[in-house]
């Protein structure tokens, strides 16, 4: 089953009368002039995390933050959250402490609340995160329109090589492996494009997997010109030192966080000119060729290993 | 630390300005004239269930009911939930879907959607839900008062007694045992309820350790007639048969999922008349010295070698 499959098969199976559903970054549910946005990411010890490459702080700070970047992606304002914690006992109040010490960082730094939770000992960490938020305009994954631009918020692959680098273990710290730990959702980012695009969502599970969301979403195609993707230039020197895929690590590297776009010509100059100061760059535009994802390196075409981390894949 | 410690720490690191956030069964979100609540709770192999003794249908409809069993403990009615959900691969599609078969079932009978959620493989199944519902009238558990009584809406020590049954592994079926793995939350007892009390808990921890949390936050003490508790007159034979002390099963057992309320005498008075086929009763009463639960069996004090289940204790 791939999770195509599987989001077709929940919502089926799961219809939703009070508003959006499954199937996108976050519900949506019209109350009063506002939609309140409500948004769910788990993470599990040794499949998204080693306990070796964080402190419990560090992993509560990116846990909020991973949730924060789904209301972001909606154009939203997240307000407060509620957590799920496993935790194994024999960590220690230290370390407890230290995780919602975390928490409270988050709270102060992107002006959110924690509002309840539940706490449990378990073998292994376990963080459910959920962040209620709220849009005037939400924006949504299915509404790329034909001939819009594929406009990204920042650099894509330095996390994906930060976490190469923790895991090939010669390197504790340095510019990768932090913006791997420390993720800044694109809270405001996300509020300003909001009010110009057609379809938005948070780069989590690398660029193509996540653009590949928003087409099948939208029944659209795209294609992508490479050379317009921002790549730290250190990046190639490392790939090319360390025998990785450049390609690979930009395009299906994943955790990313930045925000990915589609925007008509006409909004993107209307965008440039309203918000000078604004970093976002745009890789490609979308097309009518349902399923297409076409992306090419200066004309010639690319092939990728893979599209980027399914949970699905067998 | 003790989890009322915990709770402490929580309140007093994380305002929320919102409503009423961490110590309670949901928090508490006004919004027009109407009342948010949100709940979570996770489930964890081999610290919650283990996958031998339910289907993962069962699991499902379990993790959703005492969930919803928060809700009722709020006296509000459950509307929509969210789910993360950790699912080992090599578990393989068939139990992935028997477990939102369990979903779905849940969902027509309790009258709730899926609203969303995240999945992820994980090395045990580890299961996080969330339900949002809403209540005019939300009743808390910090506002027991003096000479109140207290009510349970039905027999405590069932789910128990089936849960010993299953880990001393002689039986896989029968009546405690469905009781242990069948969950039925009172949600429409819990509205009528509280039309008439003054604090309300659902029983999941165990009797005395769950009013123990509603002595806490009231700052009251309570004296519990054990003679008057509803207990399934089986539990003695069993108990004796076994050797497994009675007391405990009923007082401490967890998992029982019926309300315990405190509720004042005008109002019971009230509450019987107007609904007489409520099935309720009444074990005790609440008094003025603070952090004092007295059980006394027909006049002769009881002691039990622990409260009930604490995530907390070291």
């Given at each position: 089953m791939t999770e195509a499959e599987f989001v077709k098969f929940l919502q089926d199976t799961f219809p939703f009368r009070y508003g959006k559903g499954i199937g996108d970054d976050t519900s949506v549910v019209k109350i009063g002039d506002t939609s309140q946005l409500v948004t769910t990411d788990i993470l599990i010890e040794n499949v998204?995390?080693?306990?070796?490459?964080?402190t419990l702080e560090e992993l509560a700070l990116k846990s909020l933050a991973v949730n924060l970047s789904d209301i972001a992606a909606m154009g939203g304002i997240p307000r407060y959250f509620y957590v799920g914690l496993g935790f194994p006992r024999k960590m220690g109040k230290k370390k407890l402490a230290a995780f919602f010490c975390g928490l409270e960082k988050g709270c102060r730094q992107w002006q959110v609340e924690l509002a309840g939770g539940d706490y449990s000992s378990s073998p292994m960490i376990f963080i459910s995160i959920v962040v209620v938020g709220e849009a005037r305009n939400p924006i949504y994954r299915d509404n790329a329109q034909t001939n819009d631009l594929v406009g990204i918020t920042g650099f894509t692959g330095e996390s994906a090589i930060g976490l190469k680098m923790l895991l090939a273990g010669e390197v504790k710290t340095g510019y990768f492996i932090e913006k791997h730990k420390h993720v800044t959702p694109e809270i405001e980012k996300g509020q300003v494009l909001s009010r110009y695009v057609n379809a938005m969502i948070d780069l989590s599970d690398g660029l193509l997997i996540d653009l590949n969301r928003v087409l099948t979403a939208s029944q659209k195609g795209a294609r992508l010109a490479y050379e317009k993707i921002p790549v730290n230039p250190q990046i190639k020197d490392i790939c090319f030192q360390n025998g990785w895929d450049e390609y690979e690590a930009v395009l299906a590297g994943g955790e990313d966080y930045v925000l990915l776009f589609t925007i008509s010509e006409q909004k993107e100059m209307k965008l440039r000119n309203e918000n000078p100061g604004l970093e976002y760059y745009i890789i490609g535009e979308i097309n009518d060729q349902k399923g297409s994802l076409v992306v090419e390196d200066r004309g010639r075409p690319i092939r990728i290993a893979h599209l980027g981390y399914d949970h699905f894949e067998v």
């Open positions: 998204h995390f080693r306990l070796e490459d964080f």
